[in-house]
């Protein structure tokens, strides 16, 4: 039951965090939310803060088992991993929306940060090599130039759905289906022929 | 001398928010910053919204101001306008940083962010044109991958800042630096071969 409660209070600190930012959402509101007592919360977390950090260890999990079948997988085009990590980076969202003023706020959520992206560059170079490998995507030999498109996929990722959630009304998945595009044509010009028509048909559905 | 104090309080606060983040700067610290009283930035703001507002307002002007300067010039290479839209970028990095939050937090600045939204929009198209009669870029006839790569332009000049602006150490030029070399890889791929040796030379320097 413990563990239960602990397993809602991340859930529904997700869906706050999402909808109304991470500031304005207090352990209190959180509480409230679940119909729950602040000594329950603080039984599973010091404060907002951890909750905050327990979130973003998860994110990275989810992520990392994502990569794994990624990498393992040789017969799966780029575009259906966008697709999975979008998914990710969606759920999380208020993290890159507001992860410069959280980062300020947490030196350790700042230094785990910087981890995770420098083990995000690792991952694009070992997963656009299996690409290649596959025939979805043209080699790069130039290591800046693969560095550079590997940043600005997961800046594009990471950072659109702030540009196009809109701040008035409820969430909609537009956002989400927004990225698939956007994605695609950043990576657009490094696919083969074959796969660049295949893709340009999905986007135009 | 009134007046002046008004663009003082603009210019103070400008660096503090890009410094340590909108939340953190209250009007009180703007007025010891400055050494000046809190009644004689009431005189000028109402609240720390008014400023953030006019400071919304004034970067306007200034992105505007080059737009104009842009749609004249017919000799222009369009890396030679990213630079300098850059340098309004980072100038005012903390909007782009926070401007979900703020956007939130103000009804009004959301609704001119929109209409900045739809003026860069239309603007990028103008340039577009301008830059493919110039020799510089080649043309996109589709309507909608044009306003995609408009998009992604928009997204890394307006997000890459905070993702490469350490939390932890003095700003220095670097992302600045950076981010003109993602924005000639994000365009490079629609530029005439002519001018993609260019920038990609200059990328190498």
Redesign the interface.
Known sequence: MASNNRSRILLESVTLFNH??V??VSTNHICESLSISPGNLYFHFKNKEAIVRELFTQMCEETYALWKAELKEETRPPMAFIDRSLEIFWKYRFFH?????L??QD?QL?SDWHRHLAKTRHFMKAAYAGWAKGGWMMRIEDVR?LR??S??V???A???F??Y?S??KPATGRPLRLGK??LG??M??HFTPKYREEVLASIDE
Request: a negative charge; zero cysteines; glycine letters at 2%.
């Open positions: 109304a930012g500031a304005t929306r507001e992860m410069y003023h980062r300020r030196p700042s130039a550079v498109l940043d600005l997961l800046l594009t990471s950072s659109f702030q540009f959630e701040t008035e595009e956007y044509r950043v657009l010009p």
